[in-house]
């Protein structure tokens, strides 16, 4: 079976960004397919690949460690077949929110990121004061095993001041509305894996 024929999975989360906001799907790759990529994530951690996260854009951007922690590496389409699988799965998702959500979703961007323990993600937006082109994140999770006890949850700050928290556990999925939905990665007592990656709409160029 192709990964990307399973038009349903990808139906209920276009319907979910539309009644709330965000989505939720547990086992949402192939076990093995998350496994590659775990894999994958971990070799190229030390391969040295991995570099810390910044905070902010272009020539803002700098180091936090106390605003995140996590460590990170862009993904370019044509590095291995278990990333292209991914890539390609996340296309069959942006054409499905584009038919169904009118929203006009160009590219998908994503990172590798690795929070070493004890590492957060402080509260945030994904958007960005001087380029709204992050329209809808998508974090996929790649820890085996993830006990209640570990942390390392994503927790959601939703409208109505309930807060909705996520396990990083291997497979699940995660997309919400990258402008509407503030959001925050707890401390986790181990090291958590995941792809983390935004649908961007065409940008105002300047003229
Ligand atoms: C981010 C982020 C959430 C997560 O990288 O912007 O919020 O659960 N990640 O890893
Ligand atoms: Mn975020």
Redesign the pocket.
């Known amino acids: 079976m192709h990964i990307t024929s399973d038009v349903s999975k990808l139906s209920a989360i276009v319907d979910d960004l539309a009644s709330q906001g965000w989505s939720q799907q547990a086992d949402f790759l192939p076990a093995e397919l998350v496994s590659a990529l775990a894999a994958e994530c971990r070799r190229r951690a030390g391969d040295g690949q991995l570099n810390p996260?910044g905070v902010g854009r272009g020539g803002t951007l700098e180091v936090r460690e106390a605003i995140?922690g996590?460590h990170?590496r862009w993904l370019e389409p044509g590095e291995s077949s278990a990333c292209d699988r991914y890539l390609d799965t996340m296309d069959a998702l942006r054409q499905a929110i584009n038919q169904g959500l009118f929203i006009g979703l160009e590219d998908y961007e994503c990172?590798f990121?690795l929070?070493p323990p004890g590492a957060f993600?402080r509260r945030?937006l994904?958007r960005f004061r001087d380029d709204d082109r992050r329209a809808v994140?998508a974090?996929i999770?790649l820890n085996q095993d993830w006990q209640p006890g570990d942390g390392?949850?994503?927790r959601m700050f939703l409208d109505d001041q309930r807060v909705h928290d996520?396990a990083?556990t291997a497979g699940t999925l995660?997309v919400f509305l990258s402008g509407d939905v503030p959001?925050?990665?707890l401390a986790a007592g181990r090291e958590?894996l995941?792809l983390?990656g935004w649908f961007r709409r065409r940008g105002n160029e300047p003229f």
């Open positions: 996260a995140r996590d990170i990172h990121a929070y993600y945030h994904d994140s974090v999770y390392g949850e994503l996520v990083p995660v959001h925050e990665v958590r995941s983390t």
